[in-house]
Protein backbone atom coordinates (compact mmCIF):
# COMPACT_ATOMS: atom_id res chain seq x y z
CA UNK A 1 0.00 0.00 0.00
CA UNK A 2 0.87 3.88 -0.97
CA UNK A 3 1.63 4.67 2.84
CA UNK A 4 3.87 2.25 3.73
CA UNK A 5 6.04 3.13 0.88
CA UNK A 6 6.31 6.03 2.12
CA UNK A 7 6.52 5.71 5.60
CA UNK A 8 9.87 4.17 7.35
CA UNK A 9 9.44 1.27 9.60
CA UNK A 10 10.12 3.18 12.61
CA UNK A 11 8.00 5.81 11.45
CA UNK A 12 4.87 3.40 11.62
CA UNK A 13 4.80 2.73 15.15
CA UNK A 14 5.85 6.43 16.21
CA UNK A 15 3.71 6.71 18.97
CA UNK A 16 2.98 10.58 18.18
CA UNK A 17 2.33 10.56 14.44
CA UNK A 18 -0.03 7.40 15.02
CA UNK A 19 -1.54 8.98 17.60
CA UNK A 20 -2.44 12.42 15.49
CA UNK A 21 -3.52 10.31 12.72
CA UNK A 22 -5.97 8.58 14.94
CA UNK A 23 -7.29 12.10 15.89
CA UNK A 24 -7.77 13.20 12.62
CA UNK A 25 -9.74 10.32 11.94
CA UNK A 26 -12.44 10.61 15.14
CA UNK A 27 -12.21 14.57 14.24
CA UNK A 28 -13.81 13.77 10.68
CA UNK A 29 -16.00 11.29 12.03
CA UNK A 30 -17.44 13.76 14.09
CA UNK A 31 -17.96 16.52 12.01
CA UNK A 32 -19.39 13.68 9.54
CA UNK A 33 -21.62 12.80 12.01
CA UNK A 34 -22.75 17.00 12.43
CA UNK A 35 -22.83 16.72 8.52
CA UNK A 36 -24.80 14.19 8.68
CA UNK A 37 -27.32 15.56 11.05
CA UNK A 38 -28.09 18.27 9.21
CA UNK A 39 -28.85 16.45 6.26
CA UNK A 40 -31.34 14.48 8.02
CA UNK A 41 -32.96 17.01 9.81
CA UNK A 42 -33.69 18.55 5.84
CA UNK A 43 -34.16 15.10 5.33
CA UNK A 44 -37.57 15.46 7.76
CA UNK A 45 -38.49 18.86 6.98
CA UNK A 46 -38.27 17.83 3.09
CA UNK A 47 -40.73 14.67 4.13
CA UNK A 48 -43.15 17.09 6.08
CA UNK A 49 -43.67 19.02 2.61
CA UNK A 50 -44.97 15.90 1.61
CA UNK A 51 -47.78 15.55 4.08
CA UNK A 52 -49.67 19.08 3.07
CA UNK A 53 -50.36 17.84 -0.66
CA UNK A 54 -51.21 14.34 1.78
CA UNK A 55 -53.83 15.77 3.83
CA UNK A 56 -55.38 17.74 0.81
CA UNK A 57 -55.59 14.46 -0.68
CA UNK A 58 -57.69 12.86 1.73
CA UNK A 59 -60.22 15.98 1.54
CA UNK A 60 -60.81 15.72 -1.71
CA UNK A 61 -61.64 11.90 -1.16
CA UNK A 62 -64.65 13.29 0.88
CA UNK A 63 -66.19 14.24 -2.33
CA UNK A 64 -64.17 12.96 -5.00
CA UNK A 65 -65.21 9.52 -7.29
CA UNK A 66 -63.39 6.48 -5.44
CA UNK A 67 -61.67 5.65 -8.85
CA UNK A 68 -60.13 9.33 -9.01
CA UNK A 69 -59.10 10.00 -5.37
CA UNK A 70 -57.23 6.31 -5.57
CA UNK A 71 -55.33 7.87 -8.92
CA UNK A 72 -54.83 10.84 -6.73
CA UNK A 73 -53.34 8.75 -4.05
CA UNK A 74 -51.37 6.77 -5.48
CA UNK A 75 -49.75 9.82 -7.45
CA UNK A 76 -48.70 11.58 -4.40
CA UNK A 77 -47.64 8.27 -2.67
CA UNK A 78 -45.63 8.08 -5.93
CA UNK A 79 -44.25 11.48 -5.37
CA UNK A 80 -43.36 10.96 -1.61
CA UNK A 81 -41.44 7.87 -2.22
CA UNK A 82 -39.46 9.73 -5.63
CA UNK A 83 -38.66 12.27 -3.16
CA UNK A 84 -37.66 10.15 -0.19
CA UNK A 85 -35.44 8.07 -3.34
CA UNK A 86 -33.63 10.96 -4.21
CA UNK A 87 -32.59 12.23 -1.12
CA UNK A 88 -31.84 8.65 0.01
CA UNK A 89 -29.31 8.31 -3.05
CA UNK A 90 -27.59 11.94 -2.55
CA UNK A 91 -27.02 10.75 0.83
CA UNK A 92 -25.54 7.62 -0.45
CA UNK A 93 -23.50 9.51 -3.00
CA UNK A 94 -22.02 12.18 -0.96
CA UNK A 95 -21.18 9.71 1.64
CA UNK A 96 -19.89 7.73 -0.95
CA UNK A 97 -17.90 11.04 -2.47
CA UNK A 98 -16.05 11.62 1.10
CA UNK A 99 -15.21 7.94 1.68
CA UNK A 100 -13.43 7.63 -1.38
CA UNK A 101 -11.46 10.74 -0.46
CA UNK A 102 -10.85 9.72 2.77
CA UNK A 103 -9.00 6.88 1.64
CA UNK A 104 -7.02 8.82 -0.84
CA UNK A 105 -6.10 11.10 2.52
CA UNK A 106 -5.50 7.94 4.09
CA UNK A 107 -3.18 6.46 1.96
CA UNK A 108 -1.52 9.79 1.23
CA UNK A 109 0.11 9.86 4.26
CA UNK A 110 -0.03 12.01 7.87
CA UNK A 111 0.10 15.47 5.66
CA UNK A 112 -2.77 14.31 3.39
CA UNK A 113 -4.65 12.80 6.17
CA UNK A 114 -4.10 16.17 8.68
CA UNK A 115 -5.10 18.29 5.18
CA UNK A 116 -8.09 16.14 4.79
CA UNK A 117 -9.55 16.71 8.54
CA UNK A 118 -8.59 20.42 8.40
CA UNK A 119 -10.54 20.70 4.89
CA UNK A 120 -13.59 18.43 5.62
CA UNK A 121 -13.75 20.74 9.13
CA UNK A 122 -13.63 23.58 6.93
CA UNK A 123 -16.19 22.39 4.64
CA UNK A 124 -18.95 21.55 7.84
CA UNK A 125 -18.75 25.10 8.76
CA UNK A 126 -19.38 26.81 5.58
CA UNK A 127 -21.88 24.21 4.63
CA UNK A 128 -23.60 23.97 8.02
CA UNK A 129 -23.52 26.74 10.81
CA UNK A 130 -21.32 28.58 9.10
CA UNK A 131 -23.24 29.09 5.99
CA UNK A 132 -26.50 29.98 8.13
CA UNK A 133 -24.25 32.67 10.13
CA UNK A 134 -22.92 34.12 6.80
CA UNK A 135 -26.95 33.98 5.57
CA UNK A 136 -27.48 36.09 8.63
CA UNK A 137 -25.65 38.61 7.86
CA UNK A 138 -26.53 39.27 4.01
CA UNK A 139 -28.35 42.45 3.58
CA UNK A 140 -30.87 40.57 1.46
CA UNK A 141 -34.55 41.18 -0.29
CA UNK A 142 -36.64 44.08 -0.62
CA UNK A 143 -36.55 44.86 3.20
CA UNK A 144 -32.69 45.89 3.10
CA UNK A 145 -33.51 47.64 -0.22
CA UNK A 146 -33.79 51.84 0.56
CA UNK A 147 -36.95 52.47 -1.16
CA UNK A 148 -39.73 55.26 -0.08
CA UNK A 149 -43.37 54.60 -0.36
CA UNK A 150 -45.23 56.68 -3.42
CA UNK A 151 -48.78 55.32 -3.74
CA UNK A 152 -51.07 52.99 -2.22
CA UNK A 153 -53.72 50.60 -3.45
CA UNK A 154 -55.88 48.28 -1.30
CA UNK A 155 -53.75 45.39 -2.42
CA UNK A 156 -50.24 47.04 -3.51
CA UNK A 157 -47.74 49.43 -1.81
CA UNK A 158 -46.11 51.10 -4.65
CA UNK A 159 -42.48 51.52 -3.75
CA UNK A 160 -40.06 54.24 -5.53
CA UNK A 161 -36.31 52.31 -5.08
CA UNK A 162 -33.81 55.14 -3.43
CA UNK A 163 -30.49 54.96 -5.83
CA UNK A 164 -26.76 54.90 -4.18
CA UNK A 165 -25.76 58.29 -4.17
CA UNK A 166 -22.76 57.63 -7.02
CA UNK A 167 -25.79 56.29 -9.10
CA UNK A 168 -26.28 57.93 -12.75
CA UNK A 169 -28.08 61.38 -12.64
CA UNK A 170 -29.86 60.68 -15.45
CA UNK A 171 -30.47 58.30 -18.71
CA UNK A 172 -29.90 59.54 -22.70
CA UNK A 173 -29.08 62.89 -21.37
CA UNK A 174 -32.25 63.81 -19.25
CA UNK A 175 -32.54 64.65 -15.49
CA UNK A 176 -33.97 60.94 -13.44
CA UNK A 177 -37.05 62.97 -12.78
CA UNK A 178 -37.89 63.10 -16.70
CA UNK A 179 -36.16 60.01 -17.64
CA UNK A 180 -39.28 57.58 -18.70
CA UNK A 181 -40.23 55.27 -15.70
CA UNK A 182 -40.39 51.89 -14.87
CA UNK A 183 -43.04 49.62 -12.80
CA UNK A 184 -41.85 46.25 -11.58
CA UNK A 185 -44.52 43.55 -11.04
CA UNK A 186 -42.86 40.72 -9.59
CA UNK A 187 -44.45 37.34 -9.29
CA UNK A 188 -46.33 36.13 -5.86
CA UNK A 189 -45.39 32.82 -6.20
CA UNK A 190 -41.59 33.90 -6.24
CA UNK A 191 -42.02 37.05 -3.87
CA UNK A 192 -40.79 40.08 -4.47
CA UNK A 193 -37.32 39.33 -2.76
CA UNK A 194 -37.22 38.09 -6.36
CA UNK A 195 -35.86 41.48 -7.45
CA UNK A 196 -33.67 42.24 -4.67
CA UNK A 197 -31.59 39.16 -3.78
CA UNK A 198 -28.76 41.07 -2.85
CA UNK A 199 -26.70 44.33 -3.30
CA UNK A 200 -25.11 43.16 -6.75
CA UNK A 201 -28.31 40.69 -7.86
CA UNK A 202 -30.96 43.60 -7.13
CA UNK A 203 -32.87 43.98 -10.56
CA UNK A 204 -34.37 46.94 -8.86
CA UNK A 205 -31.42 48.83 -7.72
CA UNK A 206 -29.37 47.70 -11.01
CA UNK A 207 -31.89 50.05 -13.20
CA UNK A 208 -32.40 52.42 -9.98
CA UNK A 209 -28.69 52.68 -10.68
CA UNK A 210 -28.41 53.43 -14.39
CA UNK A 211 -30.43 57.25 -13.56
CA UNK A 212 -33.81 55.30 -14.67
CA UNK A 213 -36.98 56.30 -11.82
CA UNK A 214 -37.77 52.40 -10.53
CA UNK A 215 -41.02 51.84 -8.89
CA UNK A 216 -42.41 47.88 -7.31
CA UNK A 217 -45.25 46.98 -7.25
CA UNK A 218 -44.98 45.25 -3.82
CA UNK A 219 -48.24 42.93 -3.21
CA UNK A 220 -49.26 43.60 0.83
CA UNK A 221 -49.06 40.60 3.30
CA UNK A 222 -52.01 37.92 2.20
CA UNK A 223 -51.75 36.76 5.61
CA UNK A 224 -53.19 40.25 7.23
CA UNK A 225 -54.66 41.56 4.06
CA UNK A 226 -58.12 40.66 3.32
CA UNK A 227 -58.22 42.25 0.40
CA UNK A 228 -55.15 41.03 -0.81
CA UNK A 229 -56.61 37.51 -0.25
CA UNK A 230 -59.87 38.13 -2.56
CA UNK A 231 -57.43 39.88 -5.03
CA UNK A 232 -58.68 38.69 -8.80
CA UNK A 233 -57.30 39.84 -12.39
CA UNK A 234 -60.10 42.78 -12.14
CA UNK A 235 -58.79 44.06 -9.37
CA UNK A 236 -55.02 43.76 -11.01
CA UNK A 237 -55.79 45.22 -13.59
CA UNK A 238 -57.12 48.40 -12.03
CA UNK A 239 -54.64 48.74 -9.51
CA UNK A 240 -52.04 48.31 -12.66
CA UNK A 241 -53.90 51.11 -14.46
CA UNK A 242 -54.02 53.75 -11.00
CA UNK A 243 -49.94 53.02 -9.98
CA UNK A 244 -48.66 53.80 -14.19
CA UNK A 245 -51.43 55.98 -14.31
CA UNK A 246 -49.23 58.14 -11.25
CA UNK A 247 -45.98 57.52 -12.36
CA UNK A 248 -47.00 58.41 -15.70
CA UNK A 249 -48.31 61.93 -14.13
CA UNK A 250 -44.88 62.15 -12.03
CA UNK A 251 -42.19 61.85 -14.74
CA UNK A 252 -44.66 63.04 -17.79
CA UNK A 253 -43.71 60.40 -19.98
CA UNK A 254 -45.41 56.76 -20.01
CA UNK A 255 -44.29 53.93 -18.35
CA UNK A 256 -42.46 50.99 -19.09
CA UNK A 257 -43.99 47.97 -17.03
CA UNK A 258 -41.68 45.16 -15.91
CA UNK A 259 -43.49 41.74 -15.33
CA UNK A 260 -40.92 38.75 -14.01
CA UNK A 261 -42.15 35.26 -14.32
CA UNK A 262 -46.01 34.79 -13.05
CA UNK A 263 -45.96 39.20 -13.16
CA UNK A 264 -45.07 39.17 -16.57
CA UNK A 265 -47.72 37.11 -17.73
CA UNK A 266 -50.71 39.14 -15.82
CA UNK A 267 -49.25 42.29 -16.90
CA UNK A 268 -49.90 41.62 -20.05
CA UNK A 269 -53.24 40.13 -20.10
CA UNK A 270 -54.08 43.45 -18.43
CA UNK A 271 -52.52 45.06 -20.96
CA UNK A 272 -54.85 43.32 -23.19
CA UNK A 273 -57.55 44.13 -21.75
CA UNK A 274 -57.18 47.46 -23.06
CA UNK A 275 -58.10 48.52 -19.92
CA UNK A 276 -54.32 50.14 -19.13
CA UNK A 277 -53.73 53.60 -21.03
CA UNK A 278 -49.92 54.69 -19.68
CA UNK A 279 -47.66 51.67 -20.47
CA UNK A 280 -46.33 52.03 -23.79
CA UNK A 281 -43.59 49.42 -23.66
CA UNK A 282 -43.47 46.12 -21.71
CA UNK A 283 -40.01 44.23 -20.84
CA UNK A 284 -41.07 40.45 -20.42
CA UNK A 285 -38.83 38.18 -18.26
CA UNK A 286 -39.03 34.98 -18.56
CA UNK A 287 -42.11 35.08 -18.43
CA UNK A 288 -45.24 32.19 -19.38
CA UNK A 289 -47.07 33.46 -22.43
CA UNK A 290 -49.89 31.16 -22.41
CA UNK A 291 -51.85 29.44 -25.03
CA UNK A 292 -49.61 26.40 -26.02
CA UNK A 293 -50.84 23.96 -22.95
CA UNK A 294 -47.66 23.61 -21.05
CA UNK A 295 -49.34 21.82 -18.52
CA UNK A 296 -50.77 19.38 -20.70
CA UNK A 297 -48.69 16.60 -20.55
CA UNK A 298 -48.14 16.63 -16.62
CA UNK A 299 -52.08 16.79 -15.90
CA UNK A 300 -53.08 13.75 -18.27
CA UNK A 301 -53.39 11.31 -16.08
CA UNK A 302 -54.68 13.67 -13.15
CA UNK A 303 -58.46 14.02 -12.16
CA UNK A 304 -60.03 17.28 -12.21
CA UNK A 305 -60.32 17.64 -8.61
CA UNK A 306 -56.59 17.53 -8.22
CA UNK A 307 -55.18 19.05 -11.33
CA UNK A 308 -56.42 22.62 -10.95
CA UNK A 309 -55.28 24.95 -7.18
CA UNK A 310 -57.93 23.35 -5.04
CA UNK A 311 -54.88 20.77 -3.56
CA UNK A 312 -52.92 23.39 -2.72
CA UNK A 313 -55.33 25.60 -0.94
CA UNK A 314 -55.94 26.02 2.96
CA UNK A 315 -58.57 28.32 4.79
CA UNK A 316 -57.60 31.58 7.11
CA UNK A 317 -59.43 32.27 10.21
CA UNK A 318 -60.96 34.85 8.00
CA UNK A 319 -62.94 31.91 6.03
CA UNK A 320 -60.98 33.26 2.69
CA UNK A 321 -58.92 30.60 1.02
CA UNK A 322 -55.47 31.25 -0.30
CA UNK A 323 -52.64 29.09 -1.92
CA UNK A 324 -50.23 27.63 0.37
CA UNK A 325 -46.92 28.38 -0.92
CA UNK A 326 -45.46 24.85 0.28
CA UNK A 327 -47.60 23.03 -1.53
CA UNK A 328 -47.08 24.99 -5.11
CA UNK A 329 -43.50 24.19 -4.25
CA UNK A 330 -43.97 21.00 -5.17
CA UNK A 331 -45.67 21.06 -8.16
CA UNK A 332 -43.68 23.79 -9.66
CA UNK A 333 -40.49 21.02 -8.85
CA UNK A 334 -42.36 18.56 -10.29
CA UNK A 335 -42.76 20.83 -13.81
CA UNK A 336 -39.17 21.94 -13.70
CA UNK A 337 -36.86 19.47 -13.30
CA UNK A 338 -33.71 21.47 -11.99
CA UNK A 339 -35.76 22.79 -9.13
CA UNK A 340 -34.63 19.42 -6.96
CA UNK A 341 -35.14 18.57 -3.10
CA UNK A 342 -34.25 20.85 -0.51
CA UNK A 343 -31.81 17.89 0.82
CA UNK A 344 -30.01 17.28 -2.95
CA UNK A 345 -29.32 20.94 -3.15
CA UNK A 346 -27.88 20.46 0.29
CA UNK A 347 -25.66 17.71 -0.78
CA UNK A 348 -24.47 19.15 -3.95
CA UNK A 349 -23.85 22.09 -1.84
CA UNK A 350 -21.62 20.19 0.38
CA UNK A 351 -19.61 18.97 -2.24
CA UNK A 352 -19.10 21.45 -4.29
CA UNK A 353 -17.73 23.43 -1.08
CA UNK A 354 -15.34 20.72 -0.11
CA UNK A 355 -14.02 20.96 -3.38
CA UNK A 356 -12.78 24.45 -3.84
CA UNK A 357 -11.60 24.05 -0.18
CA UNK A 358 -9.43 21.72 -1.29
CA UNK A 359 -8.64 24.08 -4.05
CA UNK A 360 -7.81 26.81 -2.18
CA UNK A 361 -11.22 28.83 -2.23
CA UNK A 362 -13.31 29.69 0.42
CA UNK A 363 -16.44 27.91 -0.35
CA UNK A 364 -19.66 29.10 -1.25
CA UNK A 365 -19.91 32.63 -2.11
CA UNK A 366 -22.22 35.66 -0.91
CA UNK A 367 -24.35 35.19 -3.93
CA UNK A 368 -24.34 31.52 -3.67
CA UNK A 369 -25.51 32.05 -0.03
CA UNK A 370 -28.15 34.34 -0.89
CA UNK A 371 -29.08 32.03 -4.00
CA UNK A 372 -29.51 29.26 -1.55
CA UNK A 373 -31.39 31.21 1.42
CA UNK A 374 -33.67 32.55 -1.25
CA UNK A 375 -34.45 28.77 -2.38
CA UNK A 376 -35.19 27.81 0.80
CA UNK A 377 -38.16 30.62 1.66
CA UNK A 378 -35.84 33.29 3.00
CA UNK A 379 -36.36 34.61 6.39
CA UNK A 380 -39.96 32.88 6.62
CA UNK A 381 -38.02 29.76 6.12
CA UNK A 382 -40.72 28.82 3.41
CA UNK A 383 -42.40 30.55 -0.22
CA UNK A 384 -45.12 33.01 0.26
CA UNK A 385 -48.58 31.94 0.42
CA UNK A 386 -50.62 33.69 -2.97
CA UNK A 387 -54.04 34.75 -4.23
CA UNK A 388 -56.30 32.29 -5.20
CA UNK A 389 -57.51 34.54 -7.64
CA UNK A 390 -54.10 35.07 -9.67
CA UNK A 391 -53.18 32.07 -9.47
CA UNK A 392 -56.19 30.27 -11.03
CA UNK A 393 -55.72 33.00 -13.74
CA UNK A 394 -52.07 32.02 -14.21
CA UNK A 395 -53.20 28.59 -14.47
CA UNK A 396 -55.55 29.04 -16.69
CA UNK A 397 -54.03 31.00 -18.91
CA UNK A 398 -51.09 28.87 -19.05
CA UNK A 399 -53.17 25.47 -19.46
CA UNK A 400 -55.75 27.00 -22.02
CA UNK A 401 -54.93 26.93 -25.91
CA UNK A 402 -55.32 30.29 -27.73
CA UNK A 403 -57.72 30.52 -30.41
CA UNK A 404 -56.70 30.88 -34.20
CA UNK A 405 -58.37 34.59 -33.95
CA UNK A 406 -56.05 35.10 -30.84
CA UNK A 407 -59.13 34.70 -28.37
CA UNK A 408 -58.87 33.36 -24.69
CA UNK A 409 -61.14 32.21 -22.24
CA UNK A 410 -60.09 35.04 -20.32
CA UNK A 411 -62.48 38.35 -19.53
CA UNK A 412 -61.46 41.16 -17.75
CA UNK A 413 -63.79 43.52 -16.21
CA UNK A 414 -66.40 41.52 -18.96
CA UNK A 415 -64.34 41.74 -21.96
CA UNK A 416 -62.82 38.87 -23.42
CA UNK A 417 -58.70 38.43 -23.60
CA UNK A 418 -57.70 38.11 -27.23
CA UNK A 419 -53.79 38.01 -28.72
CA UNK A 420 -54.57 40.24 -31.19
CA UNK A 421 -55.69 43.49 -29.30
CA UNK A 422 -52.12 44.59 -28.31
CA UNK A 423 -52.12 48.48 -28.08
CA UNK A 424 -50.46 49.88 -31.34
CA UNK A 425 -47.78 51.68 -29.65
CA UNK A 426 -46.88 49.17 -27.07
CA UNK A 427 -43.12 48.01 -27.54
CA UNK A 428 -42.54 44.46 -26.09
CA UNK A 429 -39.02 43.04 -25.21
CA UNK A 430 -39.26 38.80 -24.30
CA UNK A 431 -36.25 38.24 -22.08
CA UNK A 432 -36.10 34.14 -22.24
CA UNK A 433 -33.61 31.44 -21.55
CA UNK A 434 -33.31 28.34 -23.63
CA UNK A 435 -32.04 26.30 -20.41
CA UNK A 436 -35.40 27.56 -18.46
CA UNK A 437 -37.93 24.82 -18.06
CA UNK A 438 -40.57 26.66 -16.30
CA UNK A 439 -41.09 29.49 -18.57
CA UNK A 440 -40.37 27.78 -21.95
CA UNK A 441 -39.72 29.72 -25.20
CA UNK A 442 -42.29 28.18 -27.06
CA UNK A 443 -44.90 28.99 -24.12
CA UNK A 444 -43.64 32.41 -23.41
CA UNK A 445 -44.10 34.15 -26.72
CA UNK A 446 -45.88 30.88 -29.18
CA UNK A 447 -49.13 32.67 -28.86
CA UNK A 448 -47.40 36.01 -29.54
CA UNK A 449 -45.94 34.97 -32.99
CA UNK A 450 -48.43 32.82 -33.23
CA UNK A 451 -51.54 35.12 -33.52
CA UNK A 452 -49.94 38.71 -34.36
CA UNK A 453 -49.67 40.66 -37.38
CA UNK A 454 -46.56 40.62 -39.25
CA UNK A 455 -46.64 44.29 -39.06
CA UNK A 456 -46.55 43.93 -35.35
CA UNK A 457 -43.22 41.74 -35.45
CA UNK A 458 -41.43 44.03 -37.86
CA UNK A 459 -40.26 45.74 -35.02
CA UNK A 460 -42.24 46.57 -32.13
CA UNK A 461 -41.59 42.94 -30.38
CA UNK A 462 -38.20 41.87 -29.77
CA UNK A 463 -36.68 38.46 -28.51
CA UNK A 464 -33.80 38.64 -26.12
CA UNK A 465 -33.09 34.66 -25.59
CA UNK A 466 -30.14 33.90 -23.66
CA UNK A 467 -28.21 30.40 -22.14
CA UNK A 468 -29.65 30.47 -19.07
CA UNK A 469 -32.90 29.11 -16.42
CA UNK A 470 -35.13 30.74 -15.12
CA UNK A 471 -33.62 32.66 -12.01
CA UNK A 472 -30.64 33.54 -14.19
CA UNK A 473 -31.92 37.55 -14.82
CA UNK A 474 -32.86 38.28 -11.46
CA UNK A 475 -28.85 37.17 -10.33
CA UNK A 476 -27.25 38.61 -13.67
CA UNK A 477 -29.07 41.83 -14.52
CA UNK A 478 -25.45 43.80 -15.25
CA UNK A 479 -25.15 41.33 -17.94
CA UNK A 480 -28.45 39.97 -19.12
CA UNK A 481 -30.79 42.90 -19.20
CA UNK A 482 -28.76 45.51 -20.81
CA UNK A 483 -30.90 45.55 -24.11
CA UNK A 484 -33.85 46.53 -21.43
CA UNK A 485 -31.33 50.04 -20.35
CA UNK A 486 -30.68 50.24 -24.19
CA UNK A 487 -34.73 50.60 -24.81
CA UNK A 488 -35.86 52.72 -22.39
CA UNK A 489 -32.83 54.71 -22.64
CA UNK A 490 -34.38 55.22 -26.93
CA UNK A 491 -37.78 55.82 -25.50
CA UNK A 492 -36.25 58.71 -23.60
CA UNK A 493 -34.49 60.25 -26.52
CA UNK A 494 -37.72 59.94 -28.71
CA UNK A 495 -40.04 61.40 -26.42
CA UNK A 496 -37.43 64.60 -25.37
CA UNK A 497 -37.38 64.68 -29.18
CA UNK A 498 -40.73 65.29 -29.96
CA UNK A 499 -41.47 67.40 -27.08
CA UNK A 500 -38.26 69.54 -28.47
CA UNK A 501 -39.91 69.66 -31.72
CA UNK A 502 -43.23 70.54 -30.84
CA UNK A 503 -41.82 72.95 -28.50
CA UNK A 504 -39.40 75.06 -30.94
CA UNK A 505 -40.61 73.94 -34.52
CA UNK A 506 -44.15 74.26 -33.97
CA UNK A 507 -47.01 71.58 -34.58
CA UNK A 508 -47.32 73.79 -38.11
CA UNK A 509 -43.99 72.79 -39.43
CA UNK A 510 -44.10 69.32 -38.25
CA UNK A 511 -47.57 68.83 -40.10
CA UNK A 512 -45.91 70.43 -42.97
CA UNK A 513 -43.67 67.90 -43.41
CA UNK A 514 -45.88 65.11 -42.67
CA UNK A 515 -44.25 64.23 -39.03
CA UNK A 516 -46.37 62.48 -36.41
CA UNK A 517 -45.37 61.43 -33.18
CA UNK A 518 -45.91 57.89 -34.21
CA UNK A 519 -43.13 58.44 -36.69
CA UNK A 520 -40.80 59.85 -33.91
CA UNK A 521 -41.30 57.38 -30.72
CA UNK A 522 -41.39 54.16 -33.07
CA UNK A 523 -39.29 51.11 -32.86
CA UNK A 524 -37.87 51.77 -36.57
CA UNK A 525 -35.40 55.13 -37.09
CA UNK A 526 -36.63 58.04 -39.36
CA UNK A 527 -35.82 58.09 -43.33
CA UNK A 528 -32.49 59.71 -43.65
CA UNK A 529 -34.19 62.76 -45.54
CA UNK A 530 -36.48 63.63 -42.19
CA UNK A 531 -33.67 62.80 -40.18
CA UNK A 532 -31.34 66.06 -42.22
CA UNK A 533 -34.44 67.92 -42.38
CA UNK A 534 -35.04 67.74 -38.27
CA UNK A 535 -31.17 68.57 -37.81
CA UNK A 536 -30.73 71.21 -39.79
CA UNK A 537 -33.92 72.48 -38.74
CA UNK A 538 -32.93 72.09 -34.70
CA UNK A 539 -29.46 73.38 -35.87
CA UNK A 540 -30.67 76.83 -37.08
CA UNK A 541 -32.61 77.34 -34.82
CA UNK A 542 -31.92 81.67 -33.66
CA UNK A 543 -33.11 80.27 -30.39
CA UNK A 544 -30.12 80.02 -27.45
CA UNK A 545 -28.60 76.14 -28.02
CA UNK A 546 -29.66 73.77 -24.90
CA UNK A 547 -27.70 70.51 -23.95
CA UNK A 548 -31.30 69.49 -24.51
CA UNK A 549 -30.81 70.58 -28.32
CA UNK A 550 -27.55 68.68 -28.52
CA UNK A 551 -28.90 65.55 -27.23
CA UNK A 552 -31.63 65.80 -29.57
CA UNK A 553 -29.11 66.05 -32.68
CA UNK A 554 -26.46 63.50 -31.44
CA UNK A 555 -30.13 60.86 -31.53
CA UNK A 556 -30.79 62.16 -34.63
CA UNK A 557 -27.01 61.16 -36.04
CA UNK A 558 -26.96 58.11 -34.51
CA UNK A 559 -30.37 57.07 -35.85
CA UNK A 560 -28.77 57.63 -39.49
CA UNK A 561 -25.34 55.81 -38.55
CA UNK A 562 -27.86 52.66 -37.74
CA UNK A 563 -29.18 53.36 -41.15
CA UNK A 564 -26.27 53.33 -42.96
CA UNK A 565 -25.25 50.12 -41.22
CA UNK A 566 -29.06 48.30 -42.32
CA UNK A 567 -28.27 49.25 -45.54
CA UNK A 568 -24.73 48.18 -45.56
CA UNK A 569 -25.33 45.28 -43.76
CA UNK A 570 -27.44 42.42 -43.67
CA UNK A 571 -30.43 42.42 -41.26
CA UNK A 572 -29.65 38.43 -40.62
CA UNK A 573 -25.70 39.57 -39.56
CA UNK A 574 -26.97 42.28 -37.16
CA UNK A 575 -29.24 40.38 -35.70
CA UNK A 576 -26.74 37.41 -35.29
CA UNK A 577 -24.53 39.55 -33.65
CA UNK A 578 -27.05 40.49 -31.05
CA UNK A 579 -26.61 44.47 -32.37
CA UNK A 580 -29.70 46.28 -32.18
CA UNK A 581 -31.51 50.07 -33.04
CA UNK A 582 -31.37 50.42 -29.84
CA UNK A 583 -27.62 49.50 -29.04
CA UNK A 584 -26.57 52.37 -31.15
CA UNK A 585 -29.49 54.86 -30.51
CA UNK A 586 -29.63 54.51 -26.73
CA UNK A 587 -26.10 55.00 -26.60
CA UNK A 588 -25.54 52.38 -24.01
CA UNK A 589 -23.91 48.87 -24.15
CA UNK A 590 -21.99 49.76 -27.77
CA UNK A 591 -19.03 48.28 -26.40
CA UNK A 592 -15.74 48.34 -27.83
CA UNK A 593 -16.13 44.50 -28.88
CA UNK A 594 -19.05 45.22 -31.25
CA UNK A 595 -17.18 48.18 -32.78
CA UNK A 596 -14.80 46.02 -33.77
CA UNK A 597 -17.31 43.31 -35.33
CA UNK A 598 -18.68 46.06 -37.25
CA UNK A 599 -15.61 47.64 -38.51
CA UNK A 600 -14.33 44.37 -39.97
CA UNK A 601 -17.26 44.02 -41.20
CA UNK A 602 -17.86 46.93 -43.30
CA UNK A 603 -14.14 46.58 -44.64
CA UNK A 604 -15.21 43.59 -46.33
CA UNK A 605 -18.16 45.19 -47.66
CA UNK A 606 -15.64 48.07 -49.06
CA UNK A 607 -15.36 48.43 -52.69
CA UNK A 608 -14.19 51.52 -54.93
CA UNK A 609 -17.91 53.30 -55.10
CA UNK A 610 -18.35 53.08 -51.47
CA UNK A 611 -15.17 53.03 -50.12
CA UNK A 612 -15.81 57.02 -48.35
CA UNK A 613 -18.84 55.93 -47.44
CA UNK A 614 -17.78 53.05 -45.32
CA UNK A 615 -14.67 55.23 -43.57
CA UNK A 616 -17.24 57.81 -42.50
CA UNK A 617 -19.47 55.14 -41.09
CA UNK A 618 -16.36 53.17 -39.15
CA UNK A 619 -15.34 56.70 -37.23
CA UNK A 620 -18.84 57.59 -36.72
CA UNK A 621 -19.65 54.28 -35.30
CA UNK A 622 -15.87 54.76 -33.32
CA UNK A 623 -17.41 58.65 -32.22
CA UNK A 624 -20.42 56.80 -30.29
CA UNK A 625 -18.58 54.35 -28.35
CA UNK A 626 -15.95 57.43 -27.61
CA UNK A 627 -19.13 59.74 -25.99
CA UNK A 628 -20.22 56.33 -24.05
CA UNK A 629 -17.32 55.14 -23.02
Not at 52 to 72: L, R
Not at 596 to 601: F, G, T
Amino acid sequence: MQIFKELQPHDIFYFKRNMKMFGNILNIATTQQKMLGEIFSKEKRELEKTATPMKNVSEIAQTADPDQTQAVMLRTIKEATEVHLTNLNSITEAHGFFGSEFIKALFGGPPTLEKFADDFAITEEISGPGLRKKQSGLKYGLKNTAKELFYETPHFNLFEITPDQDADKGLAGTPREKVKPMVFFLPAVLGSDVGALLEEMNMLKYFANKGIPVYLADLKPIDTTEAVQNIGIDEYTADMALMTAKTTEKHGKPTTAVGYCMGGSLTTIAILSGEIKNVDATFRIVAPGGGEGMFDDLLALVPPEYSGTKAAQKELPSGNKIIDGLSLQRVISDVDETVLPATTQYLEAITRTFKNVQKGKKGISEKGAAIQYYLNGGPAGRPPNIPVGLTDMCFLLAHDKVADDGSTTIHIKGKQVNFRKLPENLRIVNFLGNKDNIARISDSVGPMHKHLEDKYKRGQIQDVIKPVGHLAFATGPDKLLIHAIDTQAQLTYQYNLWDQLEKELGSDFLSENNIESRAVISPQTLPDEIIDLLMNSLENLETQKTVERDNNIKYLKQQKVWNSLVNTLDKEFLAEHEITCEMVTGRISFSSETVKVLSEALQENKGDDNGVQIDELIKAITAITEEIN
